[in-house]
């Protein structure tokens, strides 16, 4: 079965800092990877996804395959960046469907 | 344009009480999800729909049963709560074409049994 781990529930960066929260995914299959991020009192949200290789809010996560690992990174983290923010593995379900599974979250807070 | 939105937003049961936690969408989705999430355990799917008048298992879905006589409307129930469901629910959907396509979240229910 697929899994998805994030080992830090807490990181804590300066202002300024680089920032890097780490993803590890297990899954026979070719994977489809997410980050999702939910702000205080906000509901969760898409982040990005890694078939775009996009940006967003300065956020970059390449997947490595060979490490099975979608890191999601950030060269200067802002105090506005502090939130949960989840991996996330698509995998097929029944018929056309997929299913997330989700890691369990790390909290970031970015210090002033 | 709500999105996805949950009713309601907090409730409190005794063991063995039942209730209806209602997911409602405006994006024409086809795919609905329901997950709880628990301390440290981040979210975990109960049930999905990948369509109005069907229902599929997630990965825990012991205790609750769904309904999606709407295309709009995802239905979860509680027959027989117990403290072990004292979690946050939230609804999820999605559009059917494609991969890589995101899951809009609603706000969630916090739902507490006694």
């Known amino acids: 079965a697929q899994r998805v781990t994030q080992p830090e529930k807490l990181l804590s960066v300066f202002k300024g800092a680089p920032v890097e929260l780490k993803c590890n995914y297990s899954y026979s299959g070719s994977p489809e990877l997410f980050w999702y991020v939910q702000y205080s009192r906000q509901r969760l949200q898409l982040l990005l996804r890694?078939?775009s290789r996009e940006s967003i809010k300065g956020f970059t996560a390449d997947l490595n395959k060979g490490e099975t690992s979608f890191h999601l990174k950030k060269p200067f983290a802002q105090e506005e960046d502090s939130a949960m923010y989840y991996c996330a593995l698509s995998v097929p379900s029944s018929g056309s469907a997929r299913q997330l599974t989700f890691g369990s979250g790390t909290q970031l807070t970015v210090l002033p | 344009n709500a999105g996805v939105t949950q009713t309601p937003k907090f409730r409190v049961l005794k063991t063995g009480q039942s209730m209806t936690l209602l997911c409602a969408q405006d994006m024409n989705h086809e795919y609905m999800y329901w997950y709880r999430q628990d301390p440290g355990m981040g979210l975990r799917l109960i049930h999905y729909?990948?369509?109005?008048?069907?229902?599929a298992k997630g990965e825990v879905p012991d205790g609750y049963n769904v309904s999606r006589l709407k295309k709009q409307n995802f239905l979860l129930g509680l027959e027989s709560a117990a403290p072990s469901q004292t979690s946050v629910y939230f609804c999820a959907s999605s559009v059917i074409q494609g991969n890589n396509q995101p899951q809009h979240f609603g706000d969630g229910t916090r739902l507490s049994i006694l």
């Open positions: 729909s990948v369509g109005e008048g069907t229902t």
């Open positions: 890694h078939i």
